[in-house]
Structure formats: C-alpha cells, structure tokens
C-alpha cells in the first residue's frame, strides 16, 4: 500500500509538473530526475560527520530495540487511548490523506498564484516523500522484521519478505512520511514557534503507529530518521541552488551565477 502511493505521488509529478524550461529550481519532473539521481549517488559522499549521525541512529534505534516489548505491553494495558484524538491526528498526518492534499495543495496552489514558496513546498514534500518510502520500502522487504500484532516478539526477522505485510514492520513508513512532511513544512516557516510545533503531528504519528499495534517504538524512530533527513537534504538542495543566483538591484537588471 506505501509502495501504491509513493507510485501516485509520481505520476501525479509526471503529468502536471513536465511544463516549462529547466531552471535551477524549476520544480518539474525533470528536476525530480536529475535530483534523484544525486540522491542515489549521495552515501558515496558522505564524511564523517554523515557517518555519526548514522551510527547515533543505529545506536538509538538498537537502545530502544531493548525495550520494544516493555513498550507494547505499557501500551497494551491502556487500549483506550488508541481511540484518543491525539492519535488519530498522528495517524492521519502520517497517512494516506494528509500527505497527497498537502502536495496537491500547496503545488497547485503555488502555479495558480505564481507562488514559489508553496509551489516548493507542494515539490519537496512529494520528492522527500518518494525517496523516504523507497528507502522503507527496501528495507522492510529486506530486513522482514515482525509486526507486534502477530505476537512473536521485536526480535523475530524473516528477511526478504516481499509483499508479506505482517513482516513489513521495519522501519515506520507513515512515520517517515509524517517527518518528512513536518520537516519540509518547518524549513518553509520563518516562525520559530511554528516551526517546533509542526513537529507534534510527526510525533504523534509515530505514538499512533505504537498504539495501533502496526510497529514497535524501535520501528518509528529509525523511520522518523529517515524522513527528517530526507526531508533536510531535499530543502537544503534548494536553498543551495537558489543561493547561486543573484539578481541585482540596479537597471537594468543582471543575473549573477556564483559556481
């Protein structure tokens, strides 16, 4: 089902996005493309301090990992509160509606108003979206790991589980997606307020998850990694493309390319 909508976010770039010349930030499909592939090519990259942050993540998620079950029990005894309204607001954040309408939105919206911060911010929320559920999805068939509703412990894998949903759990992929679009939406706000705050709905997509019994703690964080730094590396994209032109404020006006 993740795989099904990460299909539709790109088809709906493929169909409405391929308008237009190619610019340095001209938010198409063919943007998408060459992106895309700079996304692949960058763990070849990385230095040290991309190899840390790494190892804290693994760290943290293998900490947690100890104390999977102690969690799902806490949570088990408390069955009401995976009715609560703060739960469904992080399911549905993390879900199937938020995330496409909020794409749909803020792109449509940016070419009608010839908006570019929203046309942006619809671009990058569908680009991190793509690239954090094609890494969930590779490793979820790769790792197998068990989903706690089928009761045979955090630390049952069955690796190479393809389509196999009850051993699918590892990492969260509506956590990565609700991360990825809180992370873009905060890089996007100039209030620092607002910025922290957009961060509530990804955490209670995460405890969702939890409490509805699809994934472990261990599960959501790893996947919440996964889309805060995918969602980072989309804006941070941007931004530096955007940085390397300059349009002075003399007439008449010139552009200035710092390479």
């Known amino acids: 089902m993740k795989t099904f ?60 990992h100890q104390y999977d079950q102690s969690i799902r029990d806490f949570v088990l005894k408390h069955p009401k509160n995976a009715d609560s309204l703060p739960v469904k607001i992080g399911e549905q954040w993390g879900g199937y509606y938020v995330l496409p309408l909020s794409i749909v939105g803020f792109y449509i919206h940016g070419c009608l108003a010839d908006n570019n911060t929203t046309k942006k911010m619809g671009f990058e929320i569908a680009q991190g979206a793509i690239y954090a559920e094609t890494i969930s999805v590779i490793m979820k068939f790769g790792i197998g790991r068990a989903r706690p509703y089928t009761n045979e412990g955090p630390s049952h894998f069955k690796s190479f589980s393809f389509f196999d949903s009850n051993n699918n759990s590892f990492p969260a992929g509506h956590v990565d997606a609700a991360f990825v679009l809180s992370t873009v939406l905060s890089r996007n706000i100039d209030s620092k307020f607002w910025k922290v705050l957009v961060y509530v709905p990804a955490g209670l997509t995460a405890v969702s998850r939890v409490y509805r019994d699809y994934h472990w703690a261990s599960d959501c964080l790893f996947g919440a990694a996964i889309g805060y730094y995918v969602g980072t590396w989309v804006v941070d994209l941007h931004e530096k493309k955007e940085s390397k032109i300059h349009l002075s404020s003399t007439y008449p006006p010139t552009i200035q390319y710092d390479f």
Request: overall charge negative; hydrophobic content about 50%.
């Open 5 to 64: 909508k990460s299909v539709l976010l790109l088809l709906f770039f493929a169909v409405i996005c391929e308008s237009g010349l190619f610019a340095e930030n001209a938010y198409n499909f063919s943007q998408l493309g060459s992106e895309s592939v700079d996304f692949i090519k960058q763990p070849g990259k990385w230095g040290w301090s991309d190899l840390l942050k790494l190892g804290v993540v693994v760290g943290g998620t293998a900490a947690i």
